[in-house]
């Protein structure tokens, strides 16, 4: 079985770029025992995988140059000599970025398409759906009334995090890039109000004037500037739900601001970093939760789905630029 | 009766100075129906005072210019008109910064004095013990075993704060700056290593080499590039207690330094900025432990007597050069 796979050609220094990486084709041996033959239906782009293209050691492995790309994918089951997969069942699993693939069985999790569609997984009955639903239930706690304030709020995070607090009673506000996003963020995800950081003169008052009982929970995915103005913003016992900081992922420098901690301090503030995997032993819970809300109408979603296995690295290469709305996904 | 109190002249910028005290004379009136008249006898000057020179709102309400300062003080009670206290009595209040004072009997506390000198009711059991107590049990939360790092080690509360988590099994390592500190925390108040921060080369070296599993717990009194040094040897699921940043106090600008959420993110950091009086109604749990672990010889505490009422200034500027080891008080 040939296959095209996608490698690492080089690490980025600074924002990627198109030559970081290379098309390569492959082909496959024959599946043994327990294995299972793969045909990729749709490929996760993630911010975090930008981390993983450097040679430092993180929560997730460095990719290796020369090696396949790697990250979420939904495949098809094309041939499988594992008891668990049968023919034409959908799977997820962290695969590499390629058309086809071969996988141990115990490595992969049958998919409902049931359920729904199943680029779901990929997004808000995945990773990014989960991530939103561990940072506002676990971290952010929002009582009623409270207000959240969310960054990167048109993301595949910002978008479900704004609408699980929004399901607890709190008053949602959310930062985005453009008036296209904050529009929809506002008239088909519910949120209460929305900030374009890019026409805002000054940000911190801006979130001033749509927070006007304060922020008592700051659901961060971007860092920077917009978090800076964000912190100026936060009530006494706010809490930051620390979930990512992709304006910072492509700086080559040790990014430089305000001194936070002053802030943090006299306002009594507690913040928690974390990661999805944290959670992982009640992913079940949190993807019960969701499938409900689903179903139910009271969580909407969003993807922006690009075409075509050879623009994996543009679709890639545009979360940084924000050509997103929701989930960003690549049908194979 | 006439006393003397200390007014704040102006406002310092930056560093504070002499000239932003001014001493006046004051003739007190009679006391009435349940006020007490009151002889100060030890006098608390603290790092979070600088911020109440400001005209900024923070969680301790300003002083005025032209009026006394005000804080944790020791007096014995000289006359009474109430029920609560007798002559001769040791009370607690936060008081003008004056020889002698009237204060309604609700405001104030009665001590012990023969629980433990009257002085330790401004330290060890007075408001830098309870801020030890509660960063360490309920905010950093040592396991055995695991690493607390501990800036401001030779101050109030951080001899405190490494002393207790010793006691719950935990490896202390401080960080101060001289060696006389260094050798005072591990010969007499059982830290398991100090570090120089003014002969360090590199702080983050130093601190990795005293901590080689590792920071669980940063225990943070001062902030700046101490505290940045300290974050980038934290572990996974570590903890900052944030208590202080006195480093940072007298600075005119927004200090700037190296964006630290990126790191408290990979690293799945927890951080709670505290103040005391959060936990205002647990203080006698509090004051339970550390009265129990004092008595016990568990605790050990000193402390930096400055004598005269006339070196209340002197004694509060010495807070930001370090004079100090130990809580700093002024003996009236």
């Known amino acids: 079985m040939n296959s095209r796979q996608i490698v690492l050609a080089s690490r980025p220094k600074g924002l990627p770029g198109y030559e970081n990486f290379r098309f390569e084709n492959k082909v496959l041996a024959d599946i043994i025992e327990d294995e299972v033959l793969l045909k990729a239906s749709f490929i996760s782009v993630d911010p975090y995988m930008r ?49 086809y693939s071969i996988e141990k ?60 607090a929004k399901l607890q009673g709190a008053y949602v506000v959310g930062i985005a890039g453009s008036d296209e996003k904050c529009n929809l963020i506002k008239e088909q995800f519910s949120f209460d109000d929305a900030i374009n950081y890019n026409t805002s003169r000054i940000l911190k008052k801006s979130i001033a004037a749509a927070c006007p009982n304060g922020v008592d929970i700051y ?12 912190i100026l913003n936060l009530n006494f016992h706010s809490r930051i739900v620390l979930c990512g900081q992709i304006s910072l ?48 109408g009271k969580l909407k979603y969003t993807e922006t789905i690009i075409s075509g296995f050879d623009n994996l690295p543009e679709a890639f290469l545009g979360l940084f630029s924000g050509i997103n709305k929701g989930k960003m996904i690549v049908k194979i």
């Open 51 to 99: 981390g993983r293209m450097n040679d430092v050691k993180s929560y997730a492995s460095s990719f290796q140059v020369d090696q396949p790309i790697a990250g979420g994918v939904i495949a098809e089951v094309i041939d499988s000599k594992s008891k668990s997969f049968a023919k034409s069942d959908f799977v997820l699993g962290n695969l590499p970025w390629a058309t």
């Open 105 to 164: 069985g115990e490595n992969l999790r049958k998919i409902d398409t049931s359920v729904a569609p199943a680029s779901y997984y990929l997004g808000i009955l995945g990773m990014p759906g989960l991530t939103a639903y561990f940072g506002i239930m676990d971290i952010g706690k929002p009582k009623t009334g409270e207000t959240v304030l969310i960054s990167g709020a048109a993301g595949a995070v910002g978008l479900v995090a704004g609408q699980i």
């Open 219 to 230: 659901f961060d995915n971007v860092g920077g500037k917009i978090t800076d103005a964000a």
């Open 249 to 296: 992922y492509n700086n080559t420098e040790i990014p430089v601001g305000p001194a936070i901690l002053p802030r943090l301090l006299t306002r009594s503030v507690m913040l928690q970093g974390f990661i999805v995997s944290n959670y992982s032993n009640r992913f079940n819970q949190g993807l019960e939760y969701l499938a409900k809300w689903l179903g139910e």
